[in-house]
């Protein structure tokens, strides 16, 4: 149990190592949290050969909370960011674009929660806050036109790795 709690700890360090890295830093008054904002990155110029798109590293599935058989499929980069959704049952793929991120370092375990806005056919549809605490992912969707909340949790039963994490699409 001592060597899984120091992974996770050691995996959450380099994940965090690596948005800082990437993010710049805005440190509120209480120092326990933190909020970056993602900067447009640089774009590749027209003459380069080929465009560097973020591929996906691994896939976390969900469940949500109140009907199971509801669930979303989330893919994220080598560096933990999310990008895109998938719905259980859909042909098409949903892109992410990252707004923010928080940390807090007030409990257990680290928490970063990430926010993103879903962007279904270039425009904005809906909003996704992904929280991560431990060896635990959530999901929290709001529909912009509904305002109808939904909620998600990892599916730890559709791991394929030990970290709770699949390196193949959930479906």
């Known amino acids: 149990?001592?060597?899984?709690?120091?992974?996770?700890?050691?995996f959450l360090s380099f994940l965090l190592l690596v948005n800082c890295?990437?993010?710049?830093k805005k440190t509120t008054p209480d120092t326990t949290k933190t909020e970056t904002t993602t900067e447009a990155k640089d774009t590749i110029p027209n003459n380069s050969l080929e465009e560097k798109v973020a591929e996906p590293d691994h896939y976390i599935c969900y469940k949500n909370d109140e009907k199971s058989s509801m669930q979303i499929s989330i893919a994220f980069d080598?560096?933990?960011?999310?990008?895109?959704?998938?719905?259980?049952?859909?042909?098409?793929?949903?892109?992410l674009q990252n707004i923010k991120e928080d940390y807090q370092d007030s409990g257990a375990y680290p928490t970063i929660?990430?926010?993103y806005d879903e962007?279904?056919?270039?425009k904005k549809n809906g909003t996704y806050e992904l929280t991560h605490s431990g060896n635990?992912?959530?999901?929290?969707y709001r529909n912009l036109k509904s305002d109808k909340v939904y909620k998600f949790t990892i599916d730890?039963?559709?791991?394929?790795?030990?970290?709770?994490?699949?390196?193949t699409p959930c479906f």
């Open 119 to 122: 962007l279904y056919e270039g």
């Open 136 to 140: 635990w992912d959530y999901a929290t």
């Open 78 to 95: 080598i560096d933990a960011n999310a990008l895109y959704v998938k719905y259980k049952g859909q042909k098409d793929s949903i892109p």
């Open 21 to 24: 890295a990437q993010n710049e």
């Open 156 to 167: 730890h039963d559709m791991t394929v790795t030990g970290n709770g994490y699949r390196t």
């Open 1 to 10: 149990m001592k060597a899984n709690s120091t992974y996770i700890l050691t």
């Open 113 to 115: 929660t990430q926010f």
